[in-house]
């Protein structure tokens, strides 16, 4: 077992040296006073270093309390010592004071009860101070191996503390460096740091401030500045704490994603004005390939056997065919490069719109088209007509054997609208699902249905444009369901009523083409 704690107890005078270490030892059981009498003893006791705790007599022959206050705070500073003393006076407490005298007792009855309790208290003191300061030791090591940096600054930015992470991020080679330099002089630009300053002027908090930081030749390195106000006597001024992040690399792939973006965005710019440069340099000789054959056919047409006018025929046809998949290369390229800003558009009165321009189609195949609720969405409204106006017009241009029958719905799922378009047509092969949605692509022959194959690539181009996906699902025989996407942004659902459009009785087969074609 380790022999109890002590405490030494000075003073000359062994009477009452006696009947302190009996008032100490009934009340702190768990330490054992030790009487100290002489200079001599004094000294190798100071040197063996074992005790916890000094109560002195301040009048001593040999020095006095003070002097011996002053030697045991300089060789242990965490030791209290305690005056107990029938000599106390003002100067000596002050001075003692200053000194870090732990607890003043003046000798007499009073003073005999109250000893025990005041060096209690001083030992408490000591041990609470030791317990902070292994805590603050312990987050000393968090902070200082921690990858982001922190610091301590005043109101006007000149740092007071930095960590070690704090020193790497500003490129600095020690802590101690930084301390005295202005937080804002060390960023590479200056409305940032302005912005910073004027933040900390106000004793606002600076939130993710991100700037470049001044680098001496090295590659250039970027920091997120986070600050707060602090208030703490203890540190006068020190007005605001913070953290510093190196944020390079980060910087550098945000960078290269929007260099990336940017030549994508050239590329496709580059496309498209390719695409729509050449798309209208072959419409003028098509018009006179056209043109020369019509002359041909009218003026010449009598001389020319059967054979000759049936080629001429093919030559015009081709022709014709080719300036309508121009135009529909044209109007493909439109999506993007006519599109106009988005605005709430009301999908209920688009699809009416739609509609309204499927009339013809809709009275000579006598199909039904019936919608529900529909949303109001973020959008460009002319090609959410377009958009509906090609799937609907699909519906029933691809029927089957009874008239058409076209519902269109909407569901609302987290981020998004999804729209279906549900016919009861002749339907399409599950392995062709993906294609129809390719420029030109389409299952018919244009004598057996008309169009070139441009309609989905279109929707497909305006959803998009839109931030959506559109994919389709059939059972071929029984039809098809359309479905695509479009995400909410602003999106609410107006209470509307349930609304019907009735094509004629005389459902014809074939010809209707959706009115964006032409
Ligand atoms: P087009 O209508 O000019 O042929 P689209 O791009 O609109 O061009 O459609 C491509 C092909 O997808 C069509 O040729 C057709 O074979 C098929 N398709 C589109 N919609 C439907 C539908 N509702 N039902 C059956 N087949 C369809």
Redesign the pocket.
Same mark, same amino acid.
């Not at 047509?425 to 399409?428: M, R």
């Not at 692509?441 to 018919?444: A, G, P, Y």
């Not at 169009?451 to 989905?456: A, D, F, S, V, W």
């Given at each position: 077992m380790n022999p109890a704690p002590r405490i030494l107890l000075v003073d000359e005078r062994a009477e009452e040296r006696a009947l302190a270490a009996v008032v100490l030892r009934q009340q702190l059981q768990e330490i054992e006073p030790e009487e100290v009498g002489d200079a001599v003893v004094f000294a190798e006791r100071l040197a063996r270093g074992e005790f916890v705790a000094v109560v002195t007599e301040v009048d001593l022959s040999w020095g006095g309390g003070v002097k011996i206050l002053e030697t045991v705070k300089s060789l242990y500073p965490d030791r209290p010592v305690v005056f107990f003393t029938g000599a106390g006076n003002e100067a000596v407490a002050a001075d003692a004071i200053r000194l870090g005298l732990d607890g003043l007792v003046i000798k007499g009855a009073a003073g005999y009860l109250r000893l025990a309790a005041v060096v209690r208290d001083a030992l408490e003191r000591v041990t609470r101070r030791q317990a902070a300061r292994a805590g603050e030791a312990r987050f000393r090591t968090l902070i200082d191996g921690m990858p982001v940096g922190v610091f301590a600054a005043s109101a006007e930015g000149t740092i007071r503390e930095a960590s070690p992470a704090a020193a790497r991020v500003l490129g600095a080679a020690r802590p101690e460096t930084l301390v005295g330099e202005n937080l804002a002089s060390m960023l590479a630009e200056r409305d940032p740091g302005d912005q910073l300053l004027a933040l900390m002027a106000r004793g606002e908090r600076v939130r993710n401030l991100e700037a470049p930081v001044r680098t001496s030749g090295r590659e250039p390195a970027w920091v997120r500045i986070n600050a707060w106000a602090v208030t703490d006597p203890a540190r006068p001024d020190v007005r605001f704490e913070g953290s510093l992040e190196d944020i390079t690399s980060y910087k550098r792939a945000e960078n290269q994603l929007a260099e990336r973006a940017a030549q994508l965005t050239r590329s496709n710019t580059d496309l498209q004005q390719f695409s729509y440069a050449i798309s209208h340099d072959l419409q003028e000789p098509l018009h006179l390939i056209v043109r020369y054959a019509a002359l041909l056919r009218e003026k010449h047409g009598g001389a020319m056997d059967g054979e000759a006018t049936r080629w001429l025929d093919h030559v015009a046809g081709s022709a014709t065919r080719m300036q309508q998949m121009i135009s529909d290369v044209l109007e493909y390229a439109r999506v993007e490069t006519r599109g106009r800003p988005f605005k709430p558009v009301v999908l209920e009165g688009v699809l009416a719109d739609a509609v309204a321009n499927l009339r013809a189609a809709i009275e000579e195949s006598g199909a039904r088209v019936r919608w529900g609720k529909l949303p109001t969405l973020q959008g460009d409204s002319a090609q959410m007509v377009q958009l509906f106006q090609?799937l609907v017009g699909?519906?029933i241009?691809?029927r089957g054997a009874a008239p058409p029958d076209v519902q269109i719905s909407a569901v609302e799922a987290e981020e998004a609208w999804v729209f279906a378009v549900m016919?009861n $047509? =002749? *339907?399409?092969e599950p392995d062709q699902l993906d294609r129809?949605f390719g420029l030109f692509?389409?299952?018919?022959a244009p004598h057996e249905?008309a169009?070139? $194959? =441009? *309609?989905?690539?279109i929707c497909k181009r305006i959803v998009e444009r839109h931030g959506g996906q559109i994919w389709a699902t059939?059972r071929p025989g029984e039809g098809?369901t359309?479905y695509f996407s479009l995400p909410k942004r602003t999106g609410e659902v107006p209470g509307s009523v349930r609304r019907e459009a009735q094509g004629g009785e005389h459902g014809q087969r074939g010809a209707a083409r959706t009115a964006h074609r032409r």
């Open positions: 090609n699909n519906a241009k691809f016919d $047509g =002749i *339907g399409i129809i692509q389409r299952l018919h249905v169009g070139t $194959g =441009i *309609g989905l690539a059939s098809s359309f």
